[in-house]
């Protein structure tokens, strides 16, 4: 995390309290997608249509941010042997460093989706042949898998050397949140959420509870091993948020995630995260490290924030969208899919 703060304490503080937010974040979506794909799937819908969307929405964004973050910055840093793994979303199955956080960091989820988006094809089938009332018990499973992965982490991965990130090491920190297949929990748990959400076998949980929950386990994540804050303490409430929300769109119930303002954020969302490595990582550089008063640097980081948004408009406005009309459909027109919930409409 980058801080603007000269006052120490201030820094340390923003830096405990927000220090987990994209450990969060990432969980959020990675469960998010696999329900979205779920929940919008079609029997019968054809493998390669499919994954064609799904390169197709990701990829060019990606090609894009790599080519910007190589010239502004990355070419300083190492060499073509670890920028093009990048290129090729592969950089994530390295275990180093030099690797799998090379030219645009914030792509290695990027390496996790597509993971998600090829086999997503094969799951499907076995998934929707669970009984409904076997699909708690797998949901479970997949929250325990999250927790084998990281006691497996603790105990058996080398703790040297250090992350340079992370209190972790390097391979601690690649195996118990970099590694593609470990993330696949998070990925069928929210397949396997949309899957009791459709069979109205979800409960009835308010979306305060659900926000509630979900501070709990984001408390929980600030004082437990970093291991188990990078999935294990906030994975349940992630859950929990994500199906309660479609649960009561689905309801006709709407919530905050419907209004138009969310509905925009939500469409920008991924250029947001995308762009955010070249904001964050470059253009506070151009402050030589800078440190301001608190006042200033509450100002800095909205700036920032600001910047990242409008980047991440222009990447989903002028990249994304004229991709996906062009390439993402046969040429056939398809029927439509059947509805599903602002909040699903928006995040896939």
């Given amino acids: 995390m980058v801080s603007p703060f ?3 304490r201030v820094a340390a503080d923003y830096a405990f309290v927000f220090g987990k937010a994209g450990y969060l974040g990432v969980s959020f979506f990675f469960v998010l997608s696999g329900f979205v794909l779920t929940w919008s799937s079609r029997p019968g819908e ?3 249509k499919f994954v064609r969307r799904r390169v197709v929405k990701i990829y060019p964004n990606h090609v894009v941010v790599w080519i910007v973050a190589l010239l502004l910055f990355a070419h300083s840093v190492g060499g073509p042997g670890d920028w093009f793994p990048n290129l090729l979303l ?5 275990p180093q460093a030099s690797v799998n956080l090379s030219v645009s960091p914030p792509s290695w989820t990027l390496c996790s989706e597509m993971l998600f988006y090829l086999s997503f094809p094969l799951l499907i089938g076995p998934l929707r042949r669970i009984p409904v009332r076997r699909l708690w018990f797998w949901a479970a499973a997949m929250v325990a898998g999250t927790v084998a992965v990281q006691l497996v982490n603790q105990f058996l991965i080398p703790a040297t050397p250090k992350s340079a990130i992370s209190p972790v090491s390097d391979l601690q920190f690649w195996f118990g949140y970099l590694f593609p297949p470990n993330r696949m929990f998070e990925f069928v748990l929210g397949a396997l959420l949309a899957l009791l959400v459709k069979a109205g076998k979800w409960p009835r949980i308010g979306l305060l509870p659900a926000l509630v929950l979900l501070v709990a386990g984001y408390t ?3 004082y437990v091993p970093v291991y188990y804050g990078f999935v294990v303490a906030t994975i349940v409430p992630v ?5 309660s929300v479609a649960n009561l769109d689905a309801r006709g119930r ?8 969310m509905v925009w954020l939500g469409d920008v969302s991924f250029g947001f995260y995308l762009c955010q490595g070249v904001t964050v990582f470059y253009v506070r550089r151009l402050f030589a490290h800078s440190l301001f008063p608190t006042g200033e640097g509450v100002l800095v980081i909205i700036g920032l924030f600001a910047l990242t948004l409008l980047c991440g408009w222009l990447l989903q406005s002028r990249v994304e969208q004229p991709m996906m009309r062009r390439w993402s459909r046969a040429r056939r027109p398809e029927p439509a899919p059947s509805s599903s919930p602002v909040l699903l409409d928006r995040a896939g």
Avoid at 90 to 94: K, L, Q, R, V
């Fill in 6 to 8: 000269a006052d120490q």
């Fill in 46 to 48: 054809a493998a390669r």
């Fill in 90 to 94: 592969i950089h994530d199955y390295f």
């Fill in 220 to 222: 929980a994540a600030l």
């Fill in 239 to 243: 859950g929990v948020l994500i199906a």
């Fill in 254 to 261: 709407r919530t905050v995630f419907g209004r138009r303002t």
